[in-house]
């Protein structure tokens, strides 16, 4: 997002300084702010308030930029990132229970849902490694989920290659096919295509 905004490194470290607040990785205890774990996953609509004060407040600052726009970023947008942690850890944990339901059926229903269901979210802002973590995908279902995002890959760089540039088709495998996740949001009709290919890349195997 750095790069396609042209942030600089202030306005970039003021972005990360929000998400990290509003992730709830830092905690206070005991008087003492301790780093734990990476925090809720769901942070992209704090980055998107973030990424919006940095383009309004970067002009108005002036020669003060430097002082004042990390503390204003960090404090405005991480104090909304925190609010909003209860309700986004909700939404996290209800995600994170219902995957992990779908490990307690049979291998081959399993990997397919479990396919489907990795590949809705490596394009959505949900963190999928985050949720991987939380509920120990493993085995049948580690394989499955790998499967999907996979199939996510090929079926959306395949998908938009007559559009995109060849980079931007590569991009898709060598980084990742949430750079997708705009155009999937917009057209909720793009999930049929992924999630039909995941169900038949798992049938082939």
């Not at 790069?3 to 990290?20: D, E, H, P």
């Not at 704090?46 to 600052?61: G, H, N, R, S, Y």
């Not at 490990?103 to 809705?120: C, E, K, R, S, Y």
């Not at 580690?142 to 998908?159: D, E, R, V």
């Amino acid at each position: 997002m750095s790069y396609l905004l042209k942030f600089n490194l202030i306005q970039s470290g003021s972005i990360t300084a929000a998400a990290m607040i509003a992730s709830g990785a830092f905690q206070v205890k005991n008087g003492q702010i301790i780093l734990s774990g990476s925090g809720d996953v769901i942070i992209a609509l704090t980055i998107f308030f973030a990424a919006f004060l940095v383009k309004f407040l970067t002009p108005k600052l002036g020669s003060y930029t430097v002082l004042l726009l990390p503390l204003i970023v960090a404090v405005v947008a991480g104090g909304v990132g925190q609010f909003m942690l209860p309700y986004t850890k909700m939404v996290t944990g209800a995600v994170g229970q219902t995957i992990g339901t779908l490990t307690n059926f049979q291998p081959l229903v399993m990997g397919m849902l479990m396919g489907i269901a990795f590949a809705a979210l490596i394009v959505s802002p949900i963190f999928s490694v985050g949720i991987a973590m939380t509920i120990g995908v493993e085995g049948i279902a580690s394989g499955g989920a790998n499967l999907g995002i996979t199939a996510c890959a090929f079926t959306l760089a395949i998908m938009s290659s007559k559009v995109n540039g060849f980079g931007t088709t590569i991009a898709h495998f060598i980084g990742t096919p949430k750079i997708q996740m705009a155009n999937m949001l917009k057209n909720p009709r793009l999930f049929l295509p992924v999630c039909g290919y995941c169900w038949i890349s798992w049938c082939n195997l």
